[in-house]
């Protein structure tokens, strides 16, 4: 079965601060991708990466940066220099790949984070 | 087109009435998914079409919930009889399918919040 932890339920940060969001996952597949998705308080997901299970090198784009290590089946998401503007709940997921394209993603509970000015 | 449509976006209703929710994906999007998201927690696949045919339902999706996608654009989600356990958000989502093997990644809408009282 797959399963996605997210063990930080909230995270409190002053501006400015950076801060990782942890992400642990299980799957049997040896193929699979991985998530990161933003909820602000609108309400939608916004997609804000996507990793596939063969390519471990680590992702910087702007203030953000990913680290995923396979030998620990983690995909952590660290924003450097938080604003305000970051506060929202994060969600980290998966899902297997197999014929036909990978389909339903199975989300983490998600890690609410709250920046402070 | 700017992204994927919700109607409506909040719903209250009494328990044992049925209710309907649609979906507008992006309009290239051939794939569509079905989420439920509970207060505090990730959201939770429910059914996913490809085109017009539903390709897989979730156990989560029991008798009163029906999800049609007729032309293979806009979706309905139906709720029969409702329960107080049903209330929770409902999250759209498209993607592309590009071939067998690969999707676009999904794009989220902002989901239909309903409250069963």
């Known amino acids: 079965a797959q399963k996605v932890t997210q063990a930080q339920t909230e995270i409190s940060v002053v501006e400015k601060e950076d801060v990782t969001l942890d992400c642990v996952y299980e799957?049997?597949?040896?193929?699979?991708?991985l998530f990161w998705y933003k909820q602000p308080p609108s309400g939608e997901l916004v997609f804000l990466i996507r990793r596939n299970s063969f390519d471990e090198q680590n992702e910087i784009s702007g203030r953000y940066s990913w680290n995923f290590q396979k030998s620990t089946s983690s995909f952590n998401f660290t924003i450097t220099a938080s604003q305000v503007v970051d506060s929202a709940v994060y969600f980290c997921?998966?899902?297997?790949?197999?014929?036909?394209?990978?389909?339903?993603?199975?989300f983490g509970a998600g890690t609410r984070l709250a920046v402070h000015p | 087109d700017t992204g994927v449509s919700q109607n409506p976006r909040h719903k209250i209703t009494k328990r044992g009435q049925n209710v309907t929710f649609r979906c507008d994906p992006i309009s290239e999007h051939n794939r569509l998914y079905w989420y439920r998201q509970t207060l505090g927690q990730g959201p939770e696949f429910l059914t996913y079409?490809?085109?017009?045919?539903?390709?897989?339902k979730s156990r989560l999706l029991s008798d009163r919930f029906s999800a049609e996608r007729p032309k293979g654009s806009f979706s309905t989600l139906e709720i029969q009889r409702t329960e107080q356990g049903d209330s929770a958000m409902y999250l759209c989502a498209s993607s592309r399918a590009l071939g067998q093997a690969t999707t676009t990644e999904a794009f989220f809408g902002q989901g239909t919040r309903l409250t069963v009282v």
């Open positions: 799957t049997r597949d040896t193929t699979y991708y």
């Open positions: 997921a998966l899902t297997d790949v197999f014929s036909g394209g990978y389909n339903k993603l199975i």
């Open positions: 079409f490809q085109n017009e045919a539903q390709l897989e």
